[in-house]
């Protein structure tokens, strides 16, 4: 690496981390101690996972004589990585008065000028990998900090703002739903080699697409309101049956954070009320896929989505956009950016998938069992994240990500 290489990781390990910190600067103490379900993790816990992630697997194993800053932090703030240790458990991350906040900043500090010392000393390309790696997952977490705080905040009663200064976009309309001829027959997929990618969008491989279509945009609020209206949620004619379980058993009948009125929702700036163009959001696998069974339609494959997105430039409404909310299509198709897309292809591996060597192996492989690729990115996911190859998962039942739908159609061969 040359020295300008070396600079230039320095200030971008920098710029992430600084991100991650600022994102927190409108929140209390208290905000960020509380974990509101198993799935969320609290802000604090956050903060101190991602820098636990530095100091495991950049600075224990390229700086010899680093002492690890406190073991127990090793038990708290290890996620999953059963081959490097246990860990605390999951859903009682909220228990975790202690460390405090500020102790939490002191570790990341500590942290932070160890590998800015290491990037200054070691200039090989298998340590600059390894610190992109773990910005590339410091990133993930930012999308994650703000996704959990915005369930935490949605939990208390008085609907607080995690920023009540949040820009509101400006209003437009959505055009009527529209489709466009995907490519069909035998076409590229995953990740082409150039530039940071993670393990499960390799290897690139052939894929067989049949003749369709796909949206235009995404699903929009008021449509997702006629599919409410017209009776969607007690129609079971429409639903997996899976999903039918689940939206009775948990009494479901509109997206995540709509008011019983489907008026307002509640936003990272506080309630607000529903914008019906912008795209519907907060909605599950088995939601968006009973939509599109009303609508006549389907979802995408992520083999589709991912052709049709390839060749479209990966910006949109993203998390330096800073309305951390959906906004309604202006001239972009929305591939990226705004909300998770939901896509009708299981979280699978591509064929002659090999997970990254070691530890670092339990990233993502050991994931890939009944869950469902989301694709895009969205309205919380750094600008400079996301790419067509890029596959995030999650189990059909979950909802607290901004998660929206796409339609797609065959066509005639
Ligand atoms: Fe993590």
Redesign the pocket.
């Known amino acids: 690496m040359d020295r300008n290489a070396i600079t230039s990781l320095a200030e971008t390990f920098q710029g992430v981390r600084d991100t991650t910190v600022r994102l927190c600067a409108t929140l209390s103490a208290e905000d960020t101690v509380v974990q509101s379900m198993p799935d969320t993790s609290p802000t604090k816990w956050h903060l101190a996972?991602?820098t636990w992630?530095f100091e495991r697997f950049v600075l224990e194993e390229f700086v010899p004589d680093y002492r690890r800053y406190n073991d127990d932090y090793h038990f708290l703030f290890n996620?999953y990585y059963f081959t490097v240790g246990q860990m605390h458990a999951r859903p009682r991350r909220g228990l975790l008065s202690r460390p405090t906040y500020d102790e939490v900043i002191t570790y990341r500090d500590h942290v932070d000028s160890a590998v800015r010392e290491l990037i200054g000393q070691r200039d090989d390309q298998t340590v600059a990998e390894r610190i992109m790696l773990g910005l590339n997952?410091e990133q993930?977490?930012q999308e994650l900090l703000l996704t959990d705080i915005k369930h935490v905040l949605s939990c208390n009663p008085l609907s607080p703002a995690m920023n009540v200064d949040l820009a509101v976009p400006a209003s437009a309309s959505a055009s009527a739903y529209s489709y466009t001829d995907g490519r069909s027959g035998i076409r590229p997929i995953g990740a082409h080699g150039m530039g940071f990618c993670f393990d499960n969008e390799t290897p690139r491989h052939d894929a067989l697409l049949h003749p369709h279509q796909i949206g235009d945009r995404l699903v929009s609020n008021a449509e997702y309101r006629e599919f409410i209206a017209a009776g969607g949620y007690t129609d079971t004619r429409l639903w997996l049956s899976d999903g039918w379980s689940v939206i009775n058993e948990r009494g479901w009948s509109r997206p995540l954070y709509w008011s019983e009125d489907l008026q307002s929702e509640f936003t990272l700036g506080g309630m607000r009320d529903i914008d019906e163009h912008a795209p519907v959001c907060h909605v599950s696998f088995y939601e968006a896929d009973a939509f599109a069974r009303w609508a006549g339609a389907r979802l995408p494959t992520e083999f589709e989505w991912e052709d049709a997105a390839a060749e479209t430039a990966t910006d949109g409404n993203l998390m330096e956009s800073e309305y951390w909310q959906p906004v309604a299509a202006a001239e972009s198709r929305q591939f990226f950016g705004d909300v998770w897309e939901w896509t009708s292809s299981s979280y699978s591996p591509y064929p002659g998938f090999t997970p990254l060597a070691g530890s670092l192996g339990e990233y993502n492989g050991k994931f890939m069992c009944n869950q469902m690729s989301v694709r895009g990115g969205s309205c919380v996911t750094a600008a400079d994240h996301i790419r067509a190859s890029y596959r995030s998962f999650f189990y059909p039942d979950a909802r607290w990500q901004f998660l929206g739908i796409r339609l797609a159609k065959d066509s005639a061969a």
């Open positions: 996972h991602i992630f996620s997952h993930q977490h």
